[in-house]
């Protein structure tokens, strides 16, 4: 009988401990900071640790409640664009593959689909109960056709909970000029590319081979968003703009040195369909709190722009490039930072003579879905040292985040290709 028992009781043993396993596999109390934190200055009670070296642009991840971490490359690795990461139960991961022939920016998980974006179209690749790609040769394009150019062409992606998928199209101008960039060169009227360019189209998740015809055009007046994410909630999208460039270079009789450092804002949008942000006949100056008319469209730096352009969430100081939004939902983290955004800012080139600024990740509190209070430097030193930042000359520089299973909070860096992971160390 005895044995009888035993036997019965060996296949339970087996899922208990299984089960036990991939509980303590993934518990985070067994992944431990670097002895350094990864080289970051965090807050106190956090720590970091290096998750991988890739060598290659990391841009935005992907990471499963098995331990997988799927990276989207800028650029394709040895003929690959998509990287496969497995950690082990210390957090420490290794390349474990890759797939995709092409560079891009976008990389989302949802509902048992793996979205990744080149620079004009969007794929689709299905995962099995483990979060595993099924046919890695054998994406669905989803997207086809979405125009780019030199400069902002990279295409970030959401999305909702009703089976939509959010693009970023961003505009090949600087401010749509007739000349691009060029000495008093005036904008062009009307600005004509905003038909196609400059915001964000709405698509359906699980339809293949859309264009713009079948798309939505669901935000207007976004010269390039590359960070942005759905907050769940209010069930809103928040996107985050990177602003135009040298108001002094163009208009030196109209804007100082120090203003073309400063100007103009960074902003937070919470988007509605139909929204018009207003790029590129205005900007959003955070020091006097106004919308102000663009100088290519007949402003002058004081003059307000049309009431009809829609209000930021927040502003951030100019030209810090915020590449990376997410919001926070998880529970390794304290309380504050429940429902709050992270904002990884890839930092500046264009702020000279000024410092330039910005390589760090930032913390922006919400209350009622809607930003609340002022937002503070989460994770910084990812430069290296402040003269790095203070030159522009930084060693790692932020870009994609993602929330593991635990909490905790991944970052990568497009310069050198580190994951970096921050946890929380609970006492």
Known sequence: MKNKIAKLLLPVAAIVGSILFAALKYDSSNVVADADNAGLKLPSGFGALVVAQTGASA????????????????????????????????????????????????????????????????FRYKLDENNHVISPDKPEIIITGLKMGRQHETK??????????????????????????????????????LDSMGGIWQFKANKLNQSYAEGVHYAIGLRNVVGLDWNQQNNQLFVMQHGRDQLHDIFPEMFTTKQNAELPAECMYALRKGDNAGWPFMYYDQIQHKKILAPEYGGDGKKEADAKFIDPAAAYPGHMAPNGLLFYTGSMFPEKYKNGAFIAFHGSWNRAPEPQAGYFVVFQPFKNGKPFGEWEVFADNFSGSADKTA????????????????????????????????IYNKK
């Open 59 to 122: 841009r935005h991840l992907a990471v499963t409640p098995q331990g997988d971490i799927y990276v989207k490359l800028a650029r394709p690795k040895d003929g690959k664009g998509i990287l496969t990461l497995h950690e082990e139960s210390n957090g420490k991961a290794t390349i474990t593959g890759g797939f995709g022939n092409y560079g891009g920016t976008g990389m989302y998980i949802k509902k048992g689909y793996m979205y990744a974006s080149s620079n004009s179209e969007v």
């Open 391 to 422: 030159r522009g000359r930084a060693d790692h520089r932020p870009c994609g985040l993602a929330q593991g299973k635990d909490g905790s909070l991944y970052v990568t860096d497009d310069s050198k290709g580190t994951i970096y992971r921050i």
């Open 156 to 193: 970030s992606l959401v999305l909702d909970n009703n089976d939509n998928v959010y693009v970023n199209i961003g505009a090949w101008f600087n401010s749509c000029q007739e000349h691009d960039r060029g000495l008093h060169s005036m904008g062009i009227p009307g600005c004509p590319i």
